[in-house]
């Protein structure tokens, strides 16, 4: 099976933007075009992710719309959508239509347009997701983290101050960011005494709702330094996908993301490392807990401890194991969409060198990209060219 | 589960039918069932599925509504979408099970009901291993307020209340 190269990488600004969905696909578009050094007339594949630009925004058809705006047509185009993981799901398309040999340059482009709805719609939207019987409750993504996260702290002695030290750590890495919706640090006093929004957790466990996009072009590694030098692309040398129930309440263990497990399983398979070769990872932090949750299932700490891997730093930029360099959903912010795709965008950036003020010494990177709460996730793991 | 939990249920119930699976139907006695599914290898689940959890078909209903249940975990959501009350206390519990079941946890999520001698009409506090009680609400939020359809799914269920 062919080798997959990331040979292009770009991402919007994050955050309120008057733009609307095509406008944002087409920003983040051209910019990987240009990256990558070709146009939209090569390209044979084209995806877009997208969790619900119809329900947000009445518009539907955005990877024609994006093709049309781009050039690209006659290109093949399919919209990905896997709620909050359409991102990951789409890097899997797109992974998968040159390692098979269907498109010999494919793009893909993920984004969402979010904020011109009311926090109380767009939590709604999101939450459509869930099962008749979760939803007639009033079932929200936050509350899933609430219950969680009280089940968590309980379960393994975590203190609650472990939780706030994830965002204060998160945002503290938004700083650098030029891309990040909010470029500031919180210290954890602020995090503590936020307003409660689905308890135990706070504002500050939480990400904002966003606008953005992010797109990556592939092509078979065989060919990558035709495009660009060798040193300025990435190779994803493993990568995986997984679901867990439908119903949250279901799962065995509500501590544990089986979706995590069995995708980073097929992942680490794929690529021949394990846990402990990752230098570098992005997780899926749209809730404080979900980076602990991860940090455990994807095998970097014992199930229980990943709390006290934050408490030692050992995530931090300069720990050992560096998680969520970007600023992570948390202050980077959650385009749904467009999330997955920026998640390797930051991974390509770090194993290529090129992540300037958020570089890590990194070789090997892992992004984790999770819809639903764990309901469906794709685990992507990637390395430079060197 | 034992036959006796099943009896009166599953002929009130078409066992076939899990696209109404959405809802909390009626049993002989004309109240409401809180519908979980029984399937050929023992296993039970809340909600109902087409097929058990390894495969196996479905065979019966059980009621859960007079069972009693502990409480895993909970939240109070103070965030809460269109025509859902605010604040919204949640719980997932955990129902009994016979001593010879076998299969996964017997789970459900759900609001934690009102207190009635609550001058502020507020719910009532749960704690991690409480035990709990169903009880039937007509409406547990406003059809229609959200994005989904109304039509497409039941609004009535169950909410809980600690037992003594």
């Known amino acids: 099976m062919e080798r997959v190269a990331i040979i292009g990488a770009s991402m919007t600004r994050f955050g309120q933007r008057d733009a609307w969905v095509r406008e944002l696909l087409a920003e983040a578009g051209e910019a990987a075009l240009a990256d990558a050094g070709v146009d939209g007339g090569d390209l044979d594949h084209l995806y877009v992710s997208n969790m619900a630009s119809g329900e947000f925004e009445g518009q539907t058809g955005v990877p024609n719309a994006l093709a049309h705006d781009l050039a690209a047509t006659p290109a093949y185009t399919a919209r990905i959508d896997q709620t909050s993981s359409s991102g990951g799901a789409g890097v899997y398309a797109a992974w998968q239509s040159i390692a098979s040999g269907a498109s010999d340059l494919t793009m893909l482009v993920g984004g969402e347009k979010m904020t011109h709805r009311s926090t109380a719609e767009a939590t709604d939207v999101i939450a459509s997701l869930t099962h008749p019987v979760e939803y007639k409750h009033g079932v929200t993504l936050p509350s899933f983290a609430g219950l969680t996260a009280r089940l968590y702290l309980d379960t393994y002695d975590a203190p609650r101050e472990s939780l706030g030290k994830v965002a204060v750590k998160n945002h503290r890495n938004g700083v650098d960011n030029p891309h990040a919706q909010f470029r500031k640090e919180v210290d954890l006093e602020t995090v503590l005494e936020s307003p409660v929004v689905a308890d135990p957790l706070r504002l500050y466990d939480f990400c904002p709702i966003t606008d953005g996009s992010a797109a990556l072009v592939f092509c078979p590694e065989s060919v990558a330094e035709e495009y660009v030098p060798d040193d300025q692309y990435a190779v994803i040398s493993g990568i995986g996908g997984a679901t867990d129930t439908h119903v949250v309440h279901e799962r065995a263990d509500p501590t544990t993301m089986g979706g995590v497990v069995d995708s980073s399983a097929i992942a680490y398979e794929m690529a021949g490392v394990g846990p402990d070769d990752v230098d570098v990872a992005e997780l899926h932090d749209m809730f404080t807990i979900l980076e602990f949750l991860q940090s455990e299932d994807l095998g970097f700490f014992e199930k229980g401890e990943g709390w006290k891997a934050v408490e030692e730093g050992v995530t931090d930029r300069d720990g050992d194991l560096p998680i969520n360099t970007s600023g992570g959903l948390k202050s980077k912010g959650h385009p749904l969409g467009a999330s997955g795709v920026a998640q390797v965008y930051e991974i390509v950036k770090q194993v290529t060198g090129d992540a300037g003020p958020r570089q890590v010494d990194a070789d090997t990177g892992l992004a984790c990209n999770v819809g639903g709460f764990g309901n469906c996730v794709t685990t992507a793991i990637l390395e430079g060219s060197q | ?164």
Do not use: C, K
Not at chain 2, 46 to 71: I, K, M
Not at chain 2, 123 to 136: E, H, M, Q, S
């Open chain 2, 1 to 164: 589960m034992t036959d006796d939990d099943t009896t009166g249920t599953t002929d009130a119930v078409d066992a076939t039918n899990t696209a109404g699976e959405t809802g909390s139907a009626d049993g002989t006695d004309g109240e409401p069932v809180f519908e979980a599914a029984e399937y050929a290898d023992g296993t039970v689940t809340y909600p109902p599925h087409p097929v058990g959890p390894d495969g196996a078909e479905r065979v019966g209903t059980v009621d859960l509504r007079d069972r009693e249940a502990r409480v895993v975990t909970w939240t109070t959501s103070t965030a809460t979408p269109p025509g859902v009350r605010e604040p919204n206390t949640l719980a997932i519990v955990e129902f009994e099970t016979d001593e010879g079941y076998d299969g996964p946890p017997v789970r459900a999520l759900g609001q934690v009901a009102v207190d009635p001698d609550d001058p502020d009409g507020e719910t009532y506090d749960v704690a991690i291993g409480d035990r709990v009680a169903p009880v039937y609400a007509e409406e547990l939020r406003e059809p229609g307020a959200g994005i989904r359809e109304p039509a497409s799914q039941a609004w009535d269920g169950f909410r809980f209340r600690p037992v003594e």
